[in-house]
């Protein structure tokens, strides 16, 4: 009988609005890192445009198993709106969703999703440049985050990437 072996859990943040050249180079990036766990990873990721999308169909693809955390009731709508679909289907794959209590989508409820989602992980993809977070609860205030609690951090920003 073959033993049964835990997930590798592991969080995203990560910037969005990625240009589609980054994008491309992130995906391939997040791809080739996931690969050393699978299909025994689970990913939890906000879904949000951007990286936490990039980062959760790879999940998928590579057999592993996606945890969803919703910040709050307006989440979904307050993203772009030719995303809705990536995000609805995601959402239909994940195995556990996770709701915060927010009726608003604000960098708060944002914030309190990513806590979250380093509760549940044991490491933190950052696909993220290096630079200041544009506003509170950004990946820098993640990575932050992520560094006081000891949670390893492995930064993802491939050669070329670029942010608009």
Do not use: N
Request: glycine share 8%; proline share 4%; charged share 30%.
């Amino acid at each position: 009988m073959r033993e049964r072996v835990r997930p590798f859990r592991v969080a995203i943040s990560g910037h969005r609005g990625l240009p589609s050249r980054t994008a491309a180079l992130v995906e391939a990036a997040i791809r080739r890192t996931l690969a050393e766990h699978a299909p025994e990873v689970r990913g939890v990721s906000c879904l949000a445009d951007g990286a936490d999308q990039i980062f959760a169909r790879a999940v998928v693809d590579l057999g592993g198993t996606l945890e969803a955390v919703v910040c709050s009731e307006s989440y979904r709508e307050e993203l772009p709106a030719d995303t809705h679909a990536e995000y609805d289907q995601l959402m239909g794959l994940a195995e556990k969703v996770h709701r915060l209590r927010y009726a608003e989508s604000t960098c708060e409820s944002h914030m309190q999703g990513s806590l979250l989602m380093l509760d549940l992980a044991e490491e933190l993809y950052a696909v993220w440049d290096g630079k200041p977070a544009r506003g509170y609860g950004g990946t820098a205030d993640v990575v932050a985050e992520a560094r006081r609690r000891g949670i390893r951090v492995h930064v993802i920003w491939p050669e070329g990437a670029r942010r608009e």
